[in-house]
């Protein structure tokens, strides 16, 4: 109730409390402590205070390993260890966000159906968290290996792939690469149109970027050569479609 009210700093002495209480009657590794321990850890992550909410989050994860957990559980749990080291901002932690990281990674990925969705999901964050920690060639090599994982797991028509094709697009701008940038960006367009609508602020965002490429010499003049062009997405078979990350 506290934290959904956003009243951090009155929460944070209850959840200490709470946590001391569980740790006595039920003993420091108990299960019945990890609730408690991943609220205690966002309220200090809210507050700023990043060196405990990470501590807190690593004693809830150990908890959690102890107790033989699903691997999605250990990812789950992992995974939000890595995140509070991102949260964090500093250098000295991207070690630890990039160790959790690559271990919440490694227990989904050989995983189908909703296990999948979840490590793509993942792999998202971690590709942000490289892009942020510089490491920008290295996410977009992983973005662009992604989008036919993704295709498959969330449809073609997926909020998820056309910001993959935006990422994407904007790598290739960024390289100077127009051509490729507003292929890519065409086919986020045409997906975030059919999601959002034509007056969503994310579609008009890449409308005016499309629309900025369109009248580069390069892309216009591709634009004349090329054939007439095929549908992006096959409407009538969803799933079917071969995504194309490569130009």
Known sequence: MYQSQKKSKEALPHYQEALEYTEISRGEKSLECVPILK??????????????????????????????PSQEEAAVSAHLVARAAVASGGIEHHDVAKQYFQE?????????????????????????????????????????????????????????????????????????????????????????????GAQDKRTLATQQTVDVLSKAPEVAAKTRQAPKAKPAFCTGMPGKVQPSAAD
Do not use: W
């Open 104 to 196: 919440s990674m490694a227990n989904l990925k050989d995983a189908e159906g909703m296990g999948k969705a979840k490590f793509l999901s993942i792999q998202d964050d971690y590709c942000h968290f490289l892009q942020v920690t510089g490491q920008k060639e290295r996410a977009i090599s992983i973005l662009r290996e992604s989008l036919e994982a993704k295709v498959a797991v969330f449809g073609d028509l997926s909020p998820e792939v056309a910001e993959t094709y935006r990422l994407l697009g904007g790598a290739d701008l960024a390289q100077g690469n127009q051509s490729g940038a507003h292929k890519k960006l065409k086919k986020c367009l045409q997906i975030q149109t059919l999601l959002y």
């Open 39 to 68: 609220e205690l850890a966002g309220v200090e992550r809210a507050l700023g205070v990043h060196d405990a909410s990470i501590n807190h989050f690593l004693q809830a994860h150990h908890i959690v390993l102890s107790r033989n």
